[in-house]
């Protein structure tokens, strides 16, 4: 079983940073994609997309943080990082670490973390 624990979310004023950080243990491997979800308040919302990095290094970003995060991997560590800067309240959302791919042996897998509060004040 793998097992993602985030860390690193809080209450931020408007304009300041946070930087995320996802750590994988257990029966660990190199995953396909590591990234980070998230889940505003209050609406029934699906989870979206905020940034993620593949294995070999390739990175995406949703429109509405690009510039402001960066998302960077430890493929030694199995750790994934979102360093937040410039957070916007309607940044604020509970954040989700995914690791999800495919591989011959297992077939497609997908872990998710617990999530990690993070508010942004106005």
């Known amino acids: 079983q793998v097992q993602l624990v985030e860390s690193g979310g809080g209450l931020v004023q408007a304009g300041g940073s946070l930087r995320l950080s996802c750590a994988a243990s257990?029966?660990?491997?190199?995953?396909?994609?590591m990234g980070w979800y998230r889940q505003a308040p209050g609406k029934q919302r699906q989870r979206e997309l905020v940034a993620a990095a593949t294995s070999s290094g390739s990175t995406n970003y949703a429109d509405s943080v690009k510039g402001r995060f960066t998302i960077s991997r430890d493929n030694a560590k199995n750790t994934v990082y979102l360093q937040m800067n410039s957070l916007k309240p309607e940044d604020t959302a509970v954040y989700y670490c995914n690791a999800g791919g495919k591989l011959p042996a297992l077939g497609a897998y997908d872990y998710w973390g617990q999530g990690t509060q993070v508010t942004v004040s106005s």
């Open positions: 257990g029966r660990t491997f190199r995953f396909n994609t």
